[in-house]
Nanobody
Framework: QVQLVESGGGSVQAGGSLRLSCAASRYTYSSGCMGWFRQAPGKEREEVATIDSDGSTTYADSVKGRFTISQDNAKNNLYLQMNSLKPEDTAMYFC?????????????????????????WGQGTQVTVSS
């Protein structure tokens, strides 16, 4: 079972930066989508950014140009660099990984971001941005 643990959240003033990390254990997929989501009090969870195994990324319009998603080559760690933070970025941030799409040749392949079924979720890390 894949386990995801987020860290790096905190309280900052508007205009500041934070770097979120997500440590993935028992992640044995040869490929697949990983992403960051957030949920503010009283609001729906929203997708912030995703990254595929080939390095292709997507971003919510609200964070384009300010946030950068990345992962290490072993896919054991996922990151979200957040710059120029705004009060509206305040939320609980979650790391997520896609579930199994198929298995072949002894390897497991998770869904790509274009059709991702995010089966694994971390517990979240709080980000609070004050004006």
């Amino acid at each position: 079972q894949v386990q995801l643990v987020e860290s790096g959240g905190g309280s900052v003033q508007a205009g500041g930066s934070l770097r979120l990390s997500c440590a993935a254990s028992r992640y044995t997929y040869s490929s697949g989508c990983m992403g960051w989501f957030r949920q503010a009090p009283g609001k729906e969870r929203e997708e912030v950014a995703t990254i595929d195994s080939d390095g292709s990324t997507t971003y919510a319009d609200s964070v384009k140009g300010r946030f950068t998603i990345s992962q290490d080559n072993a896919k054991n760690n996922l990151y979200l660099q957040m710059n120029s933070l705004k009060p509206e970025d305040t939320a609980m941030y979650f790391c997520a990984a896609a579930g199994t799409a198929f298995e072949f040749g002894g390897h497991s392949y998770a869904y790509l971001c274009s059709s991702a079924d995010f089966a694994y979720w971390g517990q979240g890390t709080q980000v609070t941005v004050s004006s």
